[in-house]
């Protein structure tokens, strides 16, 4: 069965960083591309980042880049997400979702159940 | 990226037939055959219904199916029952391995 349970979340102040972690299980970690979305409150779904099977190629959403940097650790079958200079606007519950391609497709059959981030003073 | 634009909300009566559109540009769902829609109910994480436009992944009821014409693509709900009342939304690439979604349709069963 696979599973994708992310971890890290919490409250932090604006300006600071967080980190994100998702652990997977039941399949191949490393022959599926990675990413992370979002969903702010009572909000839509929001695709943050991706990251092909083996780190080769990284692409961001315009909203994130240069802030977050997304990373994965094939021997730990775990996918990451370093948040810098978090802002009010980042708070939401982010999603650990596998692609279903060893490259990036943007197809998500498999999430996790999501780590909420709030960021607030 | 702007999100793709669908109706905020559709309605149907059990055994009807809805469709949810998704309405791109020429530089998202108009260029790729690379459109998923996916189903959220409340709490719980989205699902993945459809695939590359019109594909189903294992598991999933034929009586969602996907279409695409030019820049819009469309979810099809066929014999609407009780338990597809959620949330859909679309998804696109738009380039360069960057992904945009839907605004999201609430469908409502009577």
């Known amino acids: 069965e696979v599973q994708l349970v992310e971890s890290g979340g919490g409250l932090v102040q604006p300006g600071r960083s967080l980190r994100l972690s998702c652990a997977a299980s039941g399949f191949t970690f490393d022959d599926y591309a990675m990413h992370w979305v979002r969903q702010a409150p009572e909000k839509g779904l929001e695709w943050v980042s991706g990251?092909?099977?083996?780190?080769?190629?990284?692409v961001y959403a315009d909203s994130v880049k240069g802030r977050f940097t997304i990373s994965r650790d094939n021997a730990k079958h775990s996918l990451y997400l370093q948040m810098n200079s978090l802002r009010a606007e980042d708070t939401a519950l982010y999603y650990c979702?596998?692609?279903?391609?060893?490259?990036?497709?943007?197809?998500?059959?498999?999430w996790g159940q999501g780590t909420l981030v709030t960021v607030s003073s | 990226q702007s999100a793709l634009t669908q109706p905020a909300s559709v309605s149907g009566s059990p055994g009807q037939s809805i469709t949810i559109s998704c309405t791109g540009t020429?530089?998202?769902?108009?260029?790729?055959?690379?459109v998923s829609w996916y189903q959220q109910h409340p709490g719980k994480a989205p699902k993945l219904m459809i695939y590359?436009?019109?594909k189903w992944p294992s598991g999933v009821s034929n009586r969602f199916s996907g279409s695409k014409s030019g820049n819009t693509a469309s979810l099809t709900i066929s014999g609407l029952q009780a338990e597809d009342e959620a949330d859909y939304y679309c998804c696109s690439s738009a380039g360069i391995s960057t992904y945009v979604f839907g605004t999201g349709t609430k469908v409502t069963v009577l």
């Open positions: 590359e436009v019109s």
């Open positions: 979702a596998k692609d279903i391609n060893w490259d990036l497709v943007g197809s998500f059959d498999y």
């Open positions: 990251i092909t099977w083996n780190s080769d190629r990284i």
């Open positions: 020429s530089s998202d769902v108009g260029s790729y055959n690379l």
